[in-house]
């Protein structure tokens, strides 16, 4: 685990092999939402020893419908984010979608994520990288692992070295998306830890009936090819009751089913690292 990583977790014991989880609901919806999600997620971690991120998005802004909800306003959001993560004792990230937000983000929040369709904004970049704060560019889906390079290089020379990129999958037709591991291993020849959006990645976007799509049942094949293929993190969107969510319903997976599959990436990892 790079120096970026061992301060983010420097408050949490966990396993130095393991990889690290990205994970909470798609939105801040609620306070009892995000003191439920964490409280659950934190103690699976602490038992399987994986270093944890809690995330969720103070607001959304890039929506299929026009009704699509956003967020409960941007400040309570990002303080309810906060005391969670002080609650717990976690880090927490989410989204910023403009380089006039990040000042106000990086007050409550410790990673900066980039949205996909972002991830080229050369002003959000430098914005976000001039918090100091750890910033996480998500791939974007019409961009190969190597052309990543290039988001890397402009926080670097924006004075900061602490970078995460995440792959997230890569358009395919008009309404689907698919994973091409060979970006995992292109992305950390950038010499930055790489994580797999397992839940974004099985989106299906941009549907006729303006809410998107997904395939959920497949979260836990992309996440174990992930930790086959060296990825040194994951991020898992997940809620109670995903059919009830308001924003990604149809991607994240179900709180209740989180604790399985980590068990089992947990026994892949440790052969992975054997190997």
Request: hydrophobic share 40%; net charge negative.
């Amino acid at each position: 685990m790079n120096k970026t990583l061992q301060s983010l977790f420097s408050n949490q014991s966990y396993d130095p092999d393991n990889f690290f989880l990205i994970a909470g609901p798609c939105v801040v919806e609620s306070e009892a939402l995000l003191l439920e999600v964490a409280e659950k997620v934190s103690g699976i971690c602490r038992r399987l020893e994986i270093p944890y991120v809690f995330k969720a998005s103070y607001r959304k802004a890039n929506r299929t419908s026009l009704s699509s909800f956003t967020g409960i306003g941007d400040e309570k959001a990002l303080q309810l984010l906060r005391a969670t993560g002080d609650k717990f004792n976690l880090p927490v990230t989410s989204d910023v979608h403009a380089h006039d937000e990040c000042a106000l983000a990086a007050k409550y929040i410790d990673i900066l994520q980039i949205p996909a369709f972002l991830c080229r904004q050369t002003d959000l970049l430098i914005a976000a990288a001039e918090t100091g704060k750890i910033v996480n560019v998500k791939k974007g889906q019409f961009l190969s692992g190597p052309s990543m390079k290039f988001a890397v290089e402009k926080i670097q020379n924006a004075g900061n070295e602490n970078i995460i990129l995440t792959e997230r999958g890569t358009t395919f037709g008009y309404q689907d998306l698919v994973v091409d591991y060979r970006n995992i291993p292109w992305m950390q020849a950038h010499g930055v830890p790489v994580v797999m959006d397992c839940t974004h990645s099985l989106q299906q976007p941009n549907q006729t009936s303006g809410i998107t799509g997904g395939n959920p049942e497949l979260i836990g094949t992309i996440a174990k090819a992930a930790i086959a293929a060296g990825a040194n993190g994951l991020f898992i969107e997940t809620h109670p009751d995903p059919a009830r969510a308001l924003s990604d319903g149809a991607n994240m997976l179900r709180l209740d089913l989180l604790e399985g599959l980590l068990e089992q990436l947990v026994k892949l990892r440790k052969a992975v690292v054997s190997l």
